[in-house]
């Protein structure tokens, strides 16, 4: 614990030590700590990001596009649009004249090509420092081309990641609303926060699918610019990631009443409560079966492989770090299920509340981190001697330099982790690195810190 800056110290706990202070998160990063923590754009763009049928337009520098750059693995049934990286590339002329004329070119030149259902238009911290009027620029491209051209407010220096999934949120708001309803069905739902990375939006919706409930839109995963418009004609918001989301369930309850819930569709018993709750609210006979019949099929299908995973796992240590703490809490009971001690779990963006679950589920003595920068992570990480460490794109690296295994839960898997299938997917995705040889070679664990491992 001796690598926590003095400032960060109350944004780092210990389960089951009795400490009642609440953690001290939702705050800036604190200076000096390399957070992993990224700017409002890049928020704002991997929220947007898997529309697949609108054009992704970054005005802003070649760097600030170049690292938002097929940022995500979201699959698209149709489309590839949103895998483009465009970007108006101000330059000092602008910079110095202004990029508003750059933009209106640019954004003319790219619908005339690629014909898109719609756009969006991401504000870096140069276009908000210098002070260009993307929404007038937005509104006369939409009027000559009679397409949604939707303005981003996503200026970087604005705050964190967190304020850009609400920079999106507030984009989406506008294009919510505008479609016919006339067709969608009573028993209806509109999915958020799933971002299709590997394919989970499509098992999602199958789920659905056999339980007799129709998924009207994905916010925003395979998402589609004319779905996302109908989308007030859903009976029910369920909300997946709710750090990206929970703002425009907020925004849709406010002007259409649509009520929602929060759901996660990782793990087991996560699925099966997310779909039964999603049933019980249409207290309908024949969804209630549909769905109990799915959950026992499905469960059935995956149980005896993972159990069998488990007399291998078992007693295995783990670190997480994630984007939101939702995804932590499912994540510490599916490393349970396969008999694995949480020992380090974090998130960039938790709440007061998030933490205070957190200690409720982790075993006594879990080191609990906000907004956490990699000399704290690996310093955990060391003193718990953990087996495996679950993060993101940059996690990954730092796991691998201390010689232990590694799952990817965020941005760049290629295999899916959601529903019941996913659970498997998982759990065999962690024997498969917690056991592998290769870590018996780590100088570290032959107790050796600075020679090469013999021969
Ligand atoms: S912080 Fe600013 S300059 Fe850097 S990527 Fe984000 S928007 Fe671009």
Known sequence: MNAILKERREQVLIAGNGQPAAMACEKPSAAGSVSQRACVFCGSRVVLYPISDALHLVHGPIGCAAYTWDIRGSLSSGRQLHRMSFCTDMRENEIIHGGEKKLYNALCELITRYKPNGA???????????????????????????????????????????DGYRAACDALDTLIGSGPTGDVSPFSIN?????????????????????????????????RIEEIKRAHGARLNVVQCSGSMKHLAKRMRERFGIPSIQVSYFGIE???????????????????????ELVAAETKAVMSRIKEIRTQTQGKRAAIYVGGAFKAFSLVKALRMLGMKTAVVGSQTGTPEDYDVLKSICDPGTIIVDDSNPRELASF???????????????????????????????????????????????????????????????????????????
């Open 191 to 223: 999915i958020l926060g799933d971002f299709n990375l590997a394919g989970e939006t499509w098992m999602i919706r199958e789920y659905y699918r056999r339980m007799g409930v129709e998924v009207v839109s994905v916010c925003t995963g395979d998402g």
């Open 270 to 292: 996560d699925t099966a409560k997310a779909l039964y709750d999603v049933a019980d609210f249409f207290k309908n006979p024949n969804i209630s079966r549909r769905t109990q």
């Open 120 to 162: 969006f238009v991401y504000a870096t911290c140069i276009a908000g420092l210098i002070g260009d009027d993307i929404d007038a620029v937005c509104k006369r491209v939409a009027h000559e081309f009679a397409i949604s051209v939707l303005p981003v407010h996503s200026e970087g220096f604005k705050g964190s990641k967190k």
């Open 381 to 455: 990480i060391i003193e718990k001697n953990v087996d495996l460490f679950i993060g993101g794109v940059k996690e990954r690296p730092m796991a691998y330099k201390l010689g232990i295994g590694f799952v990817d839960h965020n941005h760049e898997r290629k295999i899916a982790l959601a529903g019941f299938k996913g659970m498997l997917n998982f759990c065999e995705e962690v024997a498969a690195t917690v056991l592998s040889p290769v870590w018996n070679l780590v100088p570290r664990r032959k107790g050796k810190t600075d020679e090469p491992p013999s021969p």
